[in-house]
């Protein structure tokens, strides 16, 4: 089943801070954030694994509660190149990550 | 050096007619996933193989998908007899070490391939 992500968009000024959540109805292995630039590939940002493990760029933080099956991506002193859609995949079972339908972020100058 | 490649990166295909997507992962990566995104969605599994091994295939959306990796290497995916709902990009995904356990290695994307079905 598809997580849920929230919001599905946000407008930030530069220096600004979001936080982009990713809610799952299943029992989690690992939660992975990827960002989408128009017309481009995913580009890897983070792991959060089961048991508390974290992989991920260091300018990059997340949280990963595991009782309540949800992530929360945060974005701290966007900079223009933050810019893009946002996905989280979920792993409820093996091999197969879920992906949420994306949260849009527009970072204004 | 590179990463993952994806050919071609835009096809366009009859409707019933059979398409051929190419992938080639970064040498050396075990594991390989195909996803397919429609516009405006996140990508949606499609299949995963382990080496040659194709150890999952349960999101191929019916029997004219069909995804092969003889020599653990390259990738094709085949779509038969294109219907306009397959219009989608198809991304291609890998990974260096197999997912015993879980997911807990990065996946690499290749930029995808645009299908267009008219």
């Known amino acids: 089943q598809q997580p849920v992500q929230s919001p599905q968009a946000v407008i930030l000024r530069e220096g600004e801070d979001a936080v982009i959540n990713c809610s799952s109805s299943?029992?989690?292995?690992?939660v992975h954030w990827y960002r989408q630039k128009h017309g481009e590939a995913p580009v890897f940002l983070m792991i959060?694994?089961?048991g508390g493990e974290q992989k991920g760029h260091e300018k990059i933080s997340a949280s990963f509660n595991e009782k309540k099956q949800q992530s929360s991506l945060y974005l701290t002193a966007s900079q223009l190149s933050y810019s893009g859609t946002y996905f989280c995949g979920t792993e409820d079972s093996n091999y197969q990550l879920i992906w949420g339908a994306g949260t849009k972020l527009i970072i204004k100058p | 050096g590179a990463g993952v490649s994806q050919s071609p990166r835009y096809k366009v295909a009859k409707r019933g007619q059979d398409v051929a997507l190419r992938c080639d992962p970064i040498s050396g990566h075990v594991s390989l996933f195909w996803y397919q995104q429609a516009l405006g969605q996140g990508p949606e599994f499609l299949t995963y193989f382990q080496n040659e091994a194709q150890l999952d295939k349960s999101g191929l959306p019916s029997d004219r998908f069909f995804a092969e990796r003889p020599e653990g290497s390259v990738s094709t995916l085949k779509i038969q007899r294109t219907q306009q709902e397959d219009s989608a990009v198809y991304l291609c995904?890998?990974?260096?070490?197999?997912?015993?356990?879980?997911?807990?290695?990065?996946?690499?994307f290749g930029p995808g391939t645009r299908l267009t079905v008219t």
């Open positions: 959060l694994l089961k």
């Open positions: 299943k029992a989690l292995y690992s």
């Open positions: 995904a890998s990974s260096l070490v197999p997912s015993g356990g879980y997911l807990s290695y990065e996946q690499y």
